[in-house]
């Protein structure tokens, strides 16, 4: 009998604070309240606003530019993303609804798309792209450390190069295929054997190059990075 019972009772998952807070500034948006280039209020305002502390409201910040929802501007803040708007439904579903058996062309296109966007990065970035990509290899560092994956964090860097590179189609596309990158990479445990501490060196290496402007070794080291991954989804599935 308590069997049965068990069986029709599942877990209860605590929302987070962060979660509240993106789910209300994503209904603004959806409801056109919040339009494109409309401005955010600051975190000591939304912390206020929310009654919440600033800690929860940076990291719901954070997952909001981590999907293109939003971005941050030199000297204008937190602005909403045009693309953002398109992608909404990302931090929930996957944009193109790949089936796991898509992970080899789904790397294929990165390749192509990061060897460049890497390439563009090295020519173009700014000195605000670069802080952007530091801060980038920290925060997956700090989780490297602690012996965790840190699959979004290691995605932070890529999405970080894609807008180094200021080819705004280059920057959606990386976007739009990012929901279904985190699934591949959590669905098939690309990093369970240690490989994340790897791709944080290798993360390193690419930014070295970007920031001292060398576009075709940039190129070839991201091409490198993810042509070593797309061996190890390989073994992954077989």
Do not use: W
């Amino acid at each position: 009998m308590h069997t049965e019972i068990v069986k029709n009772l599942s877990e209860i998952k605590v929302e987070k604070l962060s979660d509240k807070i993106i789910e209300q500034i994503k209904n603004l948006i959806s409801s056109g309240k919040l339009k494109a280039g409309d401005r955010l209020p600051s975190e000591r305002k939304l912390s206020e606003t929310f009654n919440v502390g600033r800690m929860h409201v940076r990291d719901a910040i954070q997952k909001l530019e981590f999907y293109g929802i939003v971005k941050t501007l030199p000297q204008s803040g937190t602005v909403v993303a045009g693309l953002g708007i398109v992608a909404l439904e990302g931090i929930i579903t996957d944009i193109l609804e790949l089936s796991d058996t898509d992970f080899h062309a789904m790397t294929e296109t990165r390749i192509i798309l990061e060897a460049n966007a890497a390439e563009l990065a090295a020519k173009r970035a700014n000195k605000f792209d670069l802080d952007k990509m530091e801060e980038a290899i920290h925060l997956f560092g700090d989780k490297v450390k602690n012996g965790e994956q840190g699959v979004e964090e290691d995605l932070i860097f890529h999405l970080k190069v894609a807008e180094a590179s200021h080819n705004s189609v280059l920057n959606s596309m990386m976007l739009l295929i990012l929901p279904d990158v985190i699934r591949f990479n959590k669905n098939l445990k690309i990093c369970s054997d240690g490989r994340f501490i790897e791709a944080f060196e290798e993360h390193a290496i690419v930014f070295d190059h970007i920031k001292n402007g060398r576009g075709k070794e940039a190129g070839e080291a991201m091409s490198y990075h993810l042509r070593d991954l797309l061996a190890v989804e390989d073994s992954s599935v077989r």
